[in-house]
Nanobody, 119 residues
Framework: QVQLVESGGGLVQAGGFLRLSCLAS????????VGWYRQAPGKQRELVAT???????NYEDSVKGRFTISKDNGKKTVYLEMNSLKSEDTAVYYC?????????????WGQGTQVTVSS
């Protein structure tokens, strides 16, 4: 089983900065894409950013230019640096990875970390 543990969330003022971390168990992580999702109260979970095994990245439009996703394979950790935070960034942020695992295509989620941006 692949375990993902997020950390780094908290309360920050609008315009502030946070860096989220996603620590993964095992080696599955370094051979599959990893993404950060978020879910605000009353809303569906949405994709925020992804990083592929070759290091290429993609971002949801509202976070482009403000958020940066990166990966440290040696530390089995994916980061999400969030700058110029806005109140609408308030959500629980989840780490995700997916791929073939023990003969099945699996999706793995972390438990989430709360980000609250005060205006």
């Amino acid at each position: 089983q692949v375990q993902l543990v997020e950390s780094g969330g908290g309360l920050v003022q609008a315009g502030g900065f946070l860096r989220l971390s996603c620590l993964a168990s095992g080696s599955f992580f370094r051979f599959n894409d990893v993404g950060w999702y978020r879910q605000a109260p009353g809303k569906q979970r949405e994709l925020v950013a992804t990083i592929s095994t070759d290091g290429s990245t993609n971002y949801e439009d509202s976070v482009k230019g403000r958020f940066t996703i990166s990966k440290d394979n040696g530390k089995k950790t994916v980061y999400l640096e969030m700058n110029s935070l806005k109140s609408e960034d308030t959500a629980v942020y989840y780490c995700n990875t997916h791929g073939w695992y023990s003969g099945y295509y699996r999706t793995f989620w972390g438990q989430g970390t709360q980000v609250t941006v005060s205006s």
